[in-house]
């Protein structure tokens, strides 16, 4: 944990007591019909965690698995049908997984024992439908257990995800027979391994392999987790921790683990979420105006899950699209930062290994936070308040507390010379509840105050990334809270700069730029999918790629001391004899050619309100020549709004406009909604044709519209 590298700062003697007296109000508290707000937010500062919550929250970053049968498939979601005999990694070591997780920061590992397809990583007798009819190990082997010996080994937290969405069950829609069924699976799992730290459950609910949809029994589900493993948590269809609500891997900026949505998924549980019309998704759960409304609180705090790779399974073509450090790094501040655990997804490969690439990034990150939190340069400080010692209790790591006894409040320190720093670090004693609602940090500069930061809700941890600053004082204000604030930790802290990743684009007539955010970089290329090195061609300016290719390239500072990770995007065919023939509808500057300009940062978008055209939508596309086409790629709309995102399609090809042939009837983009990122799909076989047209059947969240950022054909070469 980085906080093992943090001083505590004693700013101000508090009166320690047990985390759960009767002043506060553990995991929930009820409102009385007619209470007022003012008591609402008195009771809201005095909800507090369970122990598991809280030892689960102190967890910060924790490793997801995805692991099984679509990483020998290369899919995101099977369908059931997949058999058992594809499965069989050649060199599959669960110690590689564990020891590489442990070494980069992690302290719990969670593993896809079955995801949607319903195959079972391990030797279940519920089914055959697992790694008992499979090659490896000649049906003697046991994922689940491998890896739950490792993290003993290496003494990892373990944690179990369950998909309750089985497209490979018979009884699958059948609900009491199902139902049994996936208790059977769970029951074995919570047995069979010792101790679970974490069950993991899956929100996705489609249809079975008869086509029917399975209604979940949650209250057998959760007794039985409390039964048998008792101290565990259970994670999003849970009732202990939530899920963020994206797999982008950011939070909120305003993150309330005092929530007003109903945790999990009772029948008590789902009437509160409905009548409050709040999810998981939602931007606002703990707000004073959502607090009025409210008839019941939660202690319920967020799990951000993101993947180090653009797919949450292992696909080869995905080895060089290993997230940067600056963006791992990015996604550290914004959900650790952001109140939240951070859960990253690192899929194993075919071979079962860790891939070399994912575990340099790994080792990358963990040097990094290293090098920016092994110096507090609060250590030392001289606050203006009187200092005195305290007991406080021993799992509280940071020591002493600031308690205000007024709001707004300030803490004011003399750093005892000039300190320079980037990074700004505040924690609330969240077994004490969570309070702040608004805060600044200002730093004395030149003779004065100036502010530096300001934000919303701290929680278990804030960090907050500012330019450059030197100063010989820093304060805290503490400008609105529901209550005194009580502040555990507050830390100044200088991070090393980032040298960024190129980014490659290439327009519609084929030019390529590479460019990156670090100042005065050298950048270098390759176009034979050769590793770029310090002697690879120069980029010194935008250059042609008519006809597509394979570009690779790398920045470096320093006189090539130091560089960055390899960046590669592979083109296909440019788009300038291309033009849109026919499309279902288009809106205002959104017009369909906006899909075929070669630009992400555009797009087509078909009319969102008045008289809208419902789905299908379609685009028919002219290239101008005779292709020998392989695939097409389809790109979402960029930026935070996903709304229009394609779910389901078909897509044709045709050599003359007129005759079409259906190469892919109702296919489907699996997870888009979660995880909107660009989709390669390829064909069984290549087609010859001058154009193409794609369906859109039906949207990802159910609209009526449709947007898209580009689309395109993989030409073979």
């Not at 101290?231 to 929530?259: K, L, M």
């Not at 997804?345 to 939190?373: C, M, Q, W």
Request: glycine residues 8%; aromatic residues 12%.
């Amino acid at each position: 944990m980085i906080a093992r590298f943090l001083f505590s700062v004693i700013l101000f003697l508090i009166i320690s007591g047990s985390a759960y007296s009767q002043n506060t109000f553990v995991k929930r508290v009820d409102f009385e019909p007619g209470e007022s707000l003012e008591s609402k937010i008195h009771k809201a500062a005095r909800v507090v965690p369970t122990q598991e919550q809280y030892e689960w929250q102190k967890l910060e970053m924790t490793a997801f698995i995805h692991f099984g049968i679509n990483t020998f498939t290369g899919r995101e979601w099977g369908d059931g049908t997949e058999s058992p005999e594809i499965f069989n990694p050649t060199q599959l070591d669960a110690r590689q997984w564990v020891k590489n997780l442990k070494e980069a920061g992690m302290k719990m590992v969670i593993i896809t024992a079955k995801h949607h397809d319903g195959f079972c990583l391990w030797p279940t007798k519920t089914t055959d439908h697992s790694v008992a009819s499979s090659p490896w190990k000649k049906g003697k082997g046991d994922v689940v257990k491998e890896l739950r010996e490792a993290c003993h080994e290496f003494d990892m937290k373990f944690g179990v995800y369950l998909s309750p969405w089985d497209r490979n069950a018979e009884y699958y829609g059948d609900s009491p027979a199902y139902n049994e069924f996936f208790l059977n699976q769970l029951t074995e799992l919570l047995t069979w391994y010792g101790k679970v730290d974490e069950v993991w459950f899956d929100g996705a609910n489609g249809e079975g392999p008869n086509g029917k949809k399975q209604i979940y029994d949650w209250d057998a589900y959760y007794n039985k987790i409390e039964e048998l493993q008792p101290n565990a948590v259970v994670a999003v269809v849970g009732e202990d921790v939530r899920w963020v609500g994206t797999e982008t891997g950011y939070g909120r900026e305003t993150e309330w683990s005092v929530t007003a949505l109903a945790p999990g998924a009772r029948p008590e549980m789902t009437k509160i979420k409905e009548e409050r019309g709040l999810n998981a998704q939602s931007e606002d759960l703990g707000s004073r105006d959502v607090i009025e409304k409210a008839d019941h609180l939660f202690w319920y705090p967020a799990e951000v899950d993101v993947s180090i790779r653009p797919g949450w399974f292992y696909h080869e073509e995905e080895d060089n699209r290993v997230k940067s450090l600056a963006k791992m790094v990015d996604i550290y501040f914004n959900s650790v930062g952001l109140n939240s655990v951070l859960l990253l997804n690192i899929p194993p490969d075919k071979r079962g290994l860790i891939h070399e690439n994912d575990v340099a990034r790994l080792k990358e990150l963990k040097s990094y936070l290293d090098k920016t939190f092994s110096r507090n340069l609060m250590a030392g400080a001289a606050f203006s308040q009187a200092i005195q010692s305290q007991t406080v209790p021993a799992d509280n790591t940071f020591g002493a507390a600031w308690k205000t006894n007024q709001i707004p409040a300030t803490a004011e320190a003399d750093l005892v010379g000039t300190k320079t720093f980037n990074v700004i670090l505040l924690q609330e004693d969240i077994t004490k509840g969570q309070r702040v609602e608004k805060f600044r940090v200002e730093a004395y500069i030149n003779n004065q105050w100036k502010s530096i930061a300001s934000s919303t809700t701290i929680g278990y941890k804030k960090l907050l990334r500012i330019p450059e600053t030197s100063a010989s004082g820093v304060r805290l204000i503490i400008e609105e809270a529901r209550d005194n604030a009580i502040i555990s930790n507050f830390g100044l802290f200088k991070a090393p700069e980032i040298l960024t990743d190129p980014v490659i684009r290439r327009n519609k007539h084929g030019e390529v730029t590479i460019a990156t955010e670090t100042s005065h970089p050298a950048i270098r290329y390759t176009l034979n999918s050769s590793e770029p090195t310090a002697s690879s061609i120069e980029y010194k300016g935008p250059f042609l790629l008519k006809d597509g290719g394979t570009v690779k390239a790398r920045s470096f500072i320093n006189n090539y001391e130091e560089e960055s990770g390899v960046v590669t995007e592979e083109f296909f065919i440019n788009k300038s004899k291309w033009k849109v023939i026919d499309q279902s509808d288009e809106y205002g500057g959104y017009s369909a050619d906006k899909a075929i300009d070669g630009n992400t940062g555009t797009m087509w978008h078909t009319p969102w309100q008045g008289d809208v055209t419902s789905h299908p939508h379609y685009i028919s596309v002219d290239m101008g020549e005779k292709l020998k086409i392989n695939g097409f790629y389809y790109a979402p709309r960029a930026g935070e709004n996903k709304s229009g995102t394609t779910a389901k399609y078909s897509f044709f090809v045709s050599k003359n406009g007129n005759k079409w042939h259906k190469v892919v009837d109702h296919g489907e983009f699996s997870n888009i909604a979660n995880n909107p990122i660009k989709q390669n799909v390829e064909f069984i076989k290549p087609y010859k044709a001058r154009y193409f047209k794609f369906v859109s059947h039906e949207g990802a969240f159910a609209e009526d519209w449709i947007s898209m950022g580009e689309i395109g054909v993989m030409n073979v070469r």
